[in-house]
């Protein structure tokens, strides 16, 4: 885990502009993108975001990444194998992080941190995820339990844990989440809810335009392209990437600017499913002083679809919110067709690393230009804890 | 190790420096001349028999560690680093070498560290140390080029190889100039250790701490065995036999080098290595003194030359890092690949994705799944502004090439340089495209890009020297020699290759046999057959070639009608797997070739020597009007870029030096005799005939 603050980053010194980002279709492991590792895959999305946006590489001072499933101290020969892939001296600022789904969110932070702060003229945000490279794979659950005994400290500390897991496994068992916070959800509901998702992904006019089209050894027979089936499960290979600059820089360079980053909120797990992502929703939006009908888009990635549907819901009603949330209350209404815009993880295919920097995209264009000059990016991460950035609508 | 460097002290003779750690261990390092080789001869190892000396009565040193840090070393050519360059041509001097070498082995033990290409001289000092540590960089190999340039190995290198791989792999090795890289030096029991750069230095410094071994190396027990089996009447008769065969078998120019490395090693086998070093000194020194051999050596001085040329036109320019190639290609592939295996950043263009698809798989399986390097592809004209260089590698049709240019040129910044790899095409005729035409220029590869060690640059009238000097450096940074040749249609290369193809087109059609043209040729010392070439070249790449030196060259030029009838039968050569042989399934000749020249078979059969003649005095005389017009401005251009990218024999030369090696005067006499009999395009070159005159030397 990297030393990154946790909470509201809104006060940043500059405007940052998010210039654009490209991403790999995210797909089924050992499927089409199989024989490319995590660095192959990161290094191509980088580099072909950096020529898109005719960006000299020196210019490019910091490059934040994840590799996974290789760990945060993933070896430097492989974050140097990404920069050479990509084109970019060897003298930038290279370093890999690892969060889970909220990786490549963290990643973006930290690169916009660097613009903001003037240090360099350009910086790189992104994140691979080479499922098949993950030759063992724990449940999410799993996985959070026994890191949590494994931080009890003694036997009988992680027995309780482990018992405790157990115990409320079987209370989850009786009710379910959505039961108790008064959200009825249906098989169905959650089944027309998917459907829909990928009916806008197939409706989406920007489909394939910041998807790049992959050449994957060994058939290399045709690139891998958005029309590939996405893998929604946490089981696929993606990368995704963006290119931050400071505004006041990226208009005197005559360049497009597809969104600024207003601020970001991270909140730890909370024990109500939904209400982690909702809360920092809510922080990030009252960092720019704006409210849910502000806001154009709202990119949501959860773990479940259920996940998503009650986040939506938790944000709009003000009874749930004041419940869950305490004293934060949601601020406006949300219709349906300003959350996941371009389909979201059940369409799109879910690569955890890679997924943030994703949802991030979409978000800023899904800014229309319109009256509502905000979109929210917001992801949940399996243990819990949860991550959003505000992106305005450049001026 | 770093800090004990620090205290060593440090003391130099010529070419040879060297320093002692705390730990007793001294790194001799041999120095690069100007070109970055690392030279051993006679002054070398002179140097490095003092340094020994001295470091065998300094009771502080307990060994030595022996490395080359010239810059060619890693990654350099195999005959760019440590080939052997004896000064005098006297058998005398072979021996001292070979003494001389044998110093090396006595003493304190010695270990050769070898980063770089070991070849020849080199590689026998290798063998000559106690031990050997092998980088597992691609660049770091051993071997013997020695016969391929008409000589033998010197310094009893052969015997020492003999003694470690036993007679016939030795004798294999040297014959088809073999050489070994980490895995297989090590397979082989070559070398003591193979270990990865960083690491291979410090794995030499503990080797040199250790004891030399007693005696000489012990050999691997295959080569024992085989030392056994061939002193025996028997296998020593089997082994003679095989041997000779092998050598009857080389190419004529190396044919006596080939007898000469055979009887070295079978005076090893039989008569021990004190004997045979007296034979290989012997024969080394009649073997330095033949033509062959000294042509060869011109040739490699002359390329030496033109490198340093062009190093100076370089000299104030940084290497590109950025390039695009626009077209995805023969050459563009090629290209592309040579650059990302350069370090280069490459982006690559097509409109069609397959080609790109092909660029990538391509990319794949030259790294063995490694990694790619930074190549990015792209259907569009996105993200060209950033390339330092652009290659425009589209087919050879001028408005298409004129279309891109003019294209590229709006995509790209305002000081990117833009070339052409047009093969005939004047580039005074492409940049009138541009908008700026002083920065465009052309860059004639030849394929296969990975194996021609040569790029013509063409420099067209009012290029901005910044921008010559950038397509220089990225030509080195690609591993090639460049040579600069001034605009004209067909350049150098195409122009003096076009009239020898054609002549062989003709011939064909006069009913000679594909295989007898071919190989009267490949006789007369070409790597490949004119046909064969051809096939390589495409068939209609010469007829547009042949139909534009017609209109822009004068009347000498005419296209033969006999390749207007292979492209009616849709024969463009390998490209489309049909020409004058086989390429999809079999191999040999295609002899549905004669029916498509309406000739029911081979029926004529000119002498090999009136073969060779038509097709090479073509070649020639075009060379000697290039150098007149001033297409080429030296003539070691001309012979260099006929030696490295058209196979021109290089025991001969190059076709400038031929001239003088046949003589001007029986040159005329037989251009005369052609044009007689067989037409005006057999002119002899205005130049030629004021050499005749005034017996005026090309070369001093």
Known sequence: ?395 | MTAAREATEARAHAHVAYTISRDGVACVTLEGDDDGVAIVDLTTLRALARTLDALDADTAVRGVVLRATAPRGVGAAPDACMHTRIAGHAAGEAAELARLMARVGRGKPVVACIEGPWVSAGFSLALACHRRVHSTHAGALMGFADVARALIPAGGGLGRLVDALGPRVALHATLEGKSFDAAAALATGLIDRASPPPLVFDAATELARRPAPPGTRRPRPAARAARFVFRGLVGGALLEREARGHAARARPHIARAAQAAVHVVLTHVRRGAEAAIVEESRLLGELMVSEAAQHIERAAHATAGVETHARRLSADVASPARLVVVGAGTIGTGVTLAALRAGLAVRARDVDERSLARLHRAAWSSTRGGSLGALSTTLDATGLRTAEILIEAAPEVVETKRAILAEVEAAASPTCVIASSTAAIPIRDLASACTDPSRVLGMHFFAPVAEHPLVEIVRPAGLAPSALGRAVALGRSLGKTVVVVNDSPGFFAMRVLAPMLAEAVRLVGEGVAIDAVDGALETWGFSHGPLRVLDEVGIDVLEGALGLFSRQLGDRWSVPDELDALLADHRLGRRNGRGFYLHATRTGVDDTVYAALRRAEPNAAPTREEIQMRCVLPMVQEALRCLEEGVVSRAEDADVCAVLALGFPNFRGGPLTYVHSLGATELLRRCRWLEQTRGHRFAPAPLLVELERSARRLYD
Do not use: K
């Not at chain 1, 994140?127 to 009988?156: C, D, F, K, N, T």
């Open chain 1, 1 to 395: 885990m990297s030393p990154v603050p946790r909470q509201n980053v809104v006060d940043l010194p500059a405007r940052v502009a998010l210039l654009g980002g490209l991403r790999t279709p995210f797909v089924q492991r050992s499927g089409a993108l199989r024989a490319m590792g995590p660095a192959e895959l990161l290094g191509q999305v980088l580099g072909e975001l950096v020529a898109r946006h005719e960006i000299a590489p020196e210019d490019v001072g910091v490059c934040a990444l994840t590799l996974a499933p290789l760990l945060s101290d993933a070896s430097d020969e492989e974050v140097a194998a990404v920069v050479a892939r990509a084109g970019l001296p060897r003298e930038v600022n290279a370093y890999a992080v690892a969060r889970g789904s909220l990786s490549s969110l963290e990643t973006t932070t930290l690169a916009a941190t660097a613009v903001a702060h003037r240090d360099v003229r350009a910086a790189l945000a992104g994140a691979a995820e080479s499922g098949s490279q993950r030759h063992i794979s724990v449940p999410a659950r799993l996985s959070g339990l026994l890191r949590e005994a494994a931080r009890a400290g003694s036997m009988w500390g992680a027995a309780r844990v482990l018992m405790r897991a157990q115990r409320a496994d079987v209370r989850t068992r009786r009710a379910a989440p959505g039961a108790r916070r008064g959200v009825d959800l249906t098989r169905a509901e959650l089944d027309a809810f998917v459907e829909d998702a990928r009916r806008r992904a197939r409706e989406d006019a920007h489909e394939g335009h910041d998807v790049l089209r992959v050449f994957a050894p060994p058939s290399f027979v045709r690139p891998v392209a958005a029309d590939d089936v996405p893998c929604p499960t946490a089981e696929a290979d993606g990368a995704c990437g963006l290119l931050l600059t400071l505004e006041d820089r990226a208009r005197a360079e005559g360049r497009d600017v597809e969104a600024i980053v207003r601020g970001w909120s991270w909140t730890p797990p909370e024990p109500e499913g939904g209400a982690s992502i909702a809360r920092a929703a809510t922080r990030a939006l009252a960092g720019a002083g704006a409210g849910l009908d502000d806001v154009a888009a709202v990119e949501v990635h959860a773990t479940t679809a259920e996940e998503i549907v009650l986040t939506t819901r938790v944000l709009e009603s003000r009874t749930i919110a004041r419940r869950v949330l305490g004293s934060e209350a949601p601020l406006g209404a949300l219709s349906p067709h300003r959350v996941n815009v371009r389909g979201g993880s059940a369409a799109l295919g879910h690569a955890p690393a890679a997924t943030g920097a994703r949802v991030i995209l979409d978000a800023a264009r899904a800014l229309d230009g319109g009256s509502r000059p905000f979109a929210l990016a917001l992801v949940s991460g399996a243990d819990g804890a949860a991550g959003a950035m505000l992106l305005e609508a450049p001026r």
